[in-house]
């Protein structure tokens, strides 16, 4: 049974039916997850006036002064946001992936 679920597994893509936790679009797996269960409390709707997530006009300063700055924010807390958004127990690189997770939301800040 287990060799016939890893087979349906495979074929899902082949038949166009990727499975939700692989969809392409932006960011790392990782980085989605992290922010929905850490960012998002903010992010998503502007708690605390935070910037919201792909919002533009509220990026656009921020993502201008490059991914290195923002991370150490991520990392450090800045405002209102504390260290890695309140989670301590996230490590650096899933907070990075979160972060990313966040810039995939705008073209412009593909590097
Ligand atoms: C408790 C609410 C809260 C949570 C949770 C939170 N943030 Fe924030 N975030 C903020 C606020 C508020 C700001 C604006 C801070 C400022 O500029 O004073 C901000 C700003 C940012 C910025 C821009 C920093 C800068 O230097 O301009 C980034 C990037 C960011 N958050 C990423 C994240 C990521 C990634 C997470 C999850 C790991 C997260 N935030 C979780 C509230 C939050």
């Not at 969809?23 to 709707?45: F, N, P």
């Not at 405002?79 to 890695?84: H, L, R, S």
């Not at 899933?94 to 593909?110: G, I, K, P």
Request: with cysteine.
């Amino acid at each position: 049974m287990a060799v016939l679920g890893m087979l349906l597994l495979a074929g899902l893509p082949l038949l166009g039916l990727a499975p939700a936790w692989t969809a392409a679009s932006g960011g790392s797996d990782l980085g989605r997850e992290t922010y929905v269960q850490t960012c998002a409390l903010c992010h998503a709707k502007g708690t605390a006036n935070a910037p919201r997530l792909g919002n533009r006009e509220e990026w656009q300063a921020r993502i201008a002064r490059g991914r290195p700055e923002l991370l150490r924010s991520v990392l450090k807390g800045k405002g209102a946001m504390p260290p890695k958004g309140g989670n301590a127990s996230l490590s650096d690189r899933q907070a990075a992936a979160a972060l990313d997770y966040l810039l995939s939301q705008f073209e412009e800040a593909h590097r």
